[in-house]
């Protein structure tokens, strides 16, 4: 069936990398995204990736993806305390519409 | 362009009542995704509506139902609210053969 994998937390030091993991198990994903949920809020598309890419860079953001193992993750460079929000991986399973999302990892960032 | 949005933004219902929640996609969007989120069972997906037809239809009984209307605003119901349907409730939109899908601030339903 169709799951999302993510740890649970995550704390760092402001200026430093984030590296946040999500294993899937759809192999038939076209699309994998992150969203970032700031408390109170609703989510916001960071970035996704194309099932057939390995690597997809956007300012602070790099996103990789190992299709053999399904496993992507999301680094965050020079993270700041305004990077203190909850990450969601998601993937597009094989019904079009319906993102099927992790359980998405709380980053703690500290000055 | 304005984002998606949702209407009421906080609801407190009684036990066996019925809300309504609403969605204004993005405009030119003409799909629209409802998502529950609950702190046990995280994001979970409702439906999916492309002009005015459901396309897709998560794993939720039948007291959930929704709509979509010509404008692609959207509407979500549900009947006889049990407190376990206490959650953040998400609207999501999307562009005709576009894959991304742009959130909705959420409606907090509390079911007392």
């Known amino acids: 069936g169709e799951d999302v994998e993510q740890s649970l937390f995550l704390s760092v030091r402001e200026g430093d990398s984030s590296v946040i993991n999500c294993t899937y198990t759809?192999?038939?994903?076209?699309?994998l995204y992150w969203y970032k949920q700031e408390p109170g809020a609703g989510l916001q598309l960071l970035t996704y990736?194309?099932?057939?890419?390995d690597m997809k860079q956007d300012q602070r953001l790099t996103v990789l993806l190992n299709k053999k193992d399904k496993h992507l993750s999301l680094r965050i460079a020079d993270t700041q305390t305004g990077d203190s929000a909850i990450y969601f991986c998601a993937e597009i399973g094989n019904q079009g519409g319906k993102l099927i999302f992790g359980q998405g990892t709380e980053l703690s960032v500290k000055p | 362009k304005a984002g998606v949005t949702q209407t009421p933004r906080y609801l407190i219902k009684t036990r066996g009542q019925q809300v309504t929640l609403s969605c204004s996609p993005i405009s030119g969007h003409r799909s629209v995704s409802w998502y529950q989120q609950t702190p046990g069972q995280g994001l979970q997906f409702l439906f999916e509506?492309?002009?005015?037809?459901?396309?897709n239809k998560g794993n939720f009984p039948g007291r959930f139902s929704g709509r979509q209307f010509s404008n692609s605003r959207s509407e979500m119901n549900v009947s006889t609210l049990e407190l376990g349907d206490s959650a953040l409730y998400l609207c999501?939109?999307?562009?005709?053969?576009?894959?991304?899908?742009?959130f909705g601030p959420g409606t907090r339903l509390t079911v007392t």
């Open positions: 999501a939109s999307s562009a005709a053969g576009v894959h991304e899908q742009y």
């Open positions: 509506y492309f002009s005015e037809t459901q396309r």
């Open positions: 759809d192999s038939s994903s076209t699309y």
């Open positions: 990736i194309f099932s057939n890419m």
